[in-house]
């Protein structure tokens, strides 16, 4: 999916002042705009520069890289707000796998798996020791656990959906609350559905499924012409709440 995370150096057409749109939580639990797009949604705003990717069919660089992403994965990192809720600071000067070893070590202090001390002895070992040997344990059913949970993801089947392929939508103007998977840079720009994926979890939402479908936009229509590149294509996977027959 693209989206979130993202970076580019084009602007996004967004309204002044959009009305607000918020998936589940009462009124009173309603954040502001600034808890909500945060650092991590970085899709079509200015002054990050352009997207320089040579090795960007690379999955990873370094082996500890997914090793990273499998103890936040196990730890409770997958729930994004805990990469989400990083300092913007850090998290914007930080690489992707760096930001889920980031975000696992503050779930494993908040659940309370390690403490401050423990974590703080260990960084300093390996920034004194640069090449000392981590902590290893084999279990076999941990093994058969984390091949299981994180192998290739399937949607769902579904039962009922909105819109089907060739339909016209438009990404609804919002701000919701809490996580979501709606890059801001796409809100209220017209697409075409390209593929209805299947139904999947809504994130952010606990216990509702829904359609997902793959969009597809012409970069004209997201970030206006341009006369130093042609028109391109950008495919992006939406949940069925963020769109509206357009």
């Known amino acids: ?47 990050f520069g352009p997207v320089r990717t040579p090795d960007g069919e690379l999955e990873y660089h370094e082996p500890w890289e997914l090793r990273a992403q499998v103890v936040g994965l196990l730890s ?21 796998y760096v930001r889920w070893l980031r975000a ?19 960084r300093q070992t390996f920034a004194d020791e640069p090449h000392a040997s981590p902590p290893v344990a084999s279990d076999a059913d941990l093994v058969d656990f984390i091949r299981h949970r994180l192998g290739p993801h399937v949607h769902g089947e579904v039962g009922a959906a909105a819109f ?13 609350e809490g996580h979501h998977r709606c890059p801001r840079y796409v809100r209220g ?3 075409e559905v ?9 994130p952010g939402v606990s216990g509702e499924v829904e359609p997902v479908y793959t969009v597809r936009f012409s970069s004209e229509a997201l970030f206006g012409p341009r006369i130093d ?14 769109l509206e027959r357009a």
């Open 164 to 176: 089907g392929i060739g339909d016209r939508v438009r990404v609804r103007r919002m701000r919701p």
């Open 189 to 191: 720009v017209v697409g």
């Open 104 to 122: 696992a070590e503050e779930e494993a202090v908040r659940s309370g798996r390690l403490d401050r001390v423990d974590l703080e002895r260990w």
């Open 229 to 242: 590149e042609p028109p391109y294509v950008l495919l992006i996977d939406l949940w069925e709440r963020y």
């Open 1 to 47: 999916m693209l989206g979130l995370g993202s970076q580019t150096s084009c602007s996004p057409r967004l309204p002044s002042s959009p009305p607000p749109l918020c998936f589940g939580g009462s009124p009173a639990s309603r954040r502001t705009v600034n808890d909500v797009d945060g650092a991590h949604d970085l899709g079509g705003m200015q002054g």
């Open 76 to 96: 409770g990192t997958a729930r994004r707000p805990s990469i989400e809720g990083l300092d913007p600071a850090e998290y914007l000067s930080s690489s992707y």
């Open 194 to 202: 390209e593929r209805v994926c299947g139904a999947d979890p809504v």
